[in-house]
């Protein structure tokens, strides 16, 4: 099968597993150590990529490897529990197909997450950051190749990738929860070995507040069918060039894990939003 008939199969296959998607879902894509997140969703019912033949598949600790179903909030969600990476060697279309996928299944709205380093000296580890804006330094984006009209145009415009009504009803949420986040601009590299005081500085030179190996090619994809964006990292470490200290990926998953629980707070109470659906710019 090609890109477009995987797509296309995998998502007949959920059908007949889920039956019809509600209008109104919300997609999720879940990063590494989110897990407590997909605890959040009420009624789930879970789907294991192994019975959906053409899902890809990680292999990296802390992504899980199924896509649940049920409510966050109230509303229906189907959350991907678990990407795969560029550096796991699969390329940018394949990496980006899950997101194919839920676009093809009709939801209203893609919330991306993620774990990332802290590039701005500002910000601190284990606070949220929703992201406002990105940088690709993948070396890769998924549009390579002849283009898919059925999901959507050669030249996509990213002049707003990040859907400004999601984002500031999220800063809204958060400040109505008590919950502190910071907004940023979001660089995604290749990975896996982590940067050198170098890299980081020439990043946050770039504009970029926080980085991470995942997300914007996600984002390329999804936009590229319309989807409606919000985009939030953890931030599990704070990157600096004058005093890089060690950090492995049990410590990015264990404070992933530790605050987990707030967003799935600010997600469960944005979700809960119904103005949402009509608002301006709504798929």
């Not at 704070?238 to 894990?257: F, W, Y």
Request: hydrophobic share 45%; glycine share 12%.
């Amino acid at each position: 099968m090609n890109h477009q008939e995987a797509v296309s199969h995998i998502s007949r296959l959920i059908r007949e597993k889920l039956g019809n998607i509600q209008a109104g879902t919300w997609g999720l894509v879940l990063g590494s150590g989110l897990g407590p997140v997909a605890q959040a969703i009420e009624d789930a019912k879970d789907i294991p990529y192994c019975a959906l033949p053409g899902m890809p598949q990680s292999a990296v600790a802390g992504h899980g490897g199924f896509l649940r179903a049920g409510r966050l909030g109230g509303r229906p969600v189907l959350a991907l529990c678990g990407r795969v990476h560029l550096y796991e060697g699969v390329p940018a279309p394949e990496a980006c197909l899950p997101v194919r996928v839920l676009g093809t299944l009709g939801v209203s709205a893609l919330v991306i997450t993620n774990a990332a380093g802290a590039l701005n000296p500002l910000f601190e580890a284990g606070s949220l950051m929703l992201i406002t804006d990105h940088i690709n330094m993948s070396g890769q984006n998924p549009l390579t190749g002849p283009n898919i009209d059925a999901f959507g145009p050669r030249f996509p415009d990213l002049g707003q990738a990040w859907c400004p009504t999601l984002l500031a009803q999220a800063r809204a949420e958060a400040a109505r929860l008590g919950l502190m986040v910071e907004r940023g601009v979001y660089v995604q590299v290749p990975g896996p070995n982590l940067e050198t005081p170098a890299e980081t500085r020439a990043y946050r030179q770039m504009g970029a507040d926080a980085i991470g190996m995942s997300t914007v090619i996600e984002a390329i994809a999804a936009r590229h069918m319309g989807l409606r964006l919000l985009g939030i990292s953890c931030l599990t470490n704070k990157n600096s060039p004058d005093c890089m200290q060690t950090i492995t990926h049990e410590d990015v998953l264990r404070m992933a894990g530790r605050t987990a629980g707030q967003m799935a707070r600010l997600l469960s109470a944005l979700a809960a939003l119904p103005e949402l659906d009509s608002a301006p710019g709504a798929a």
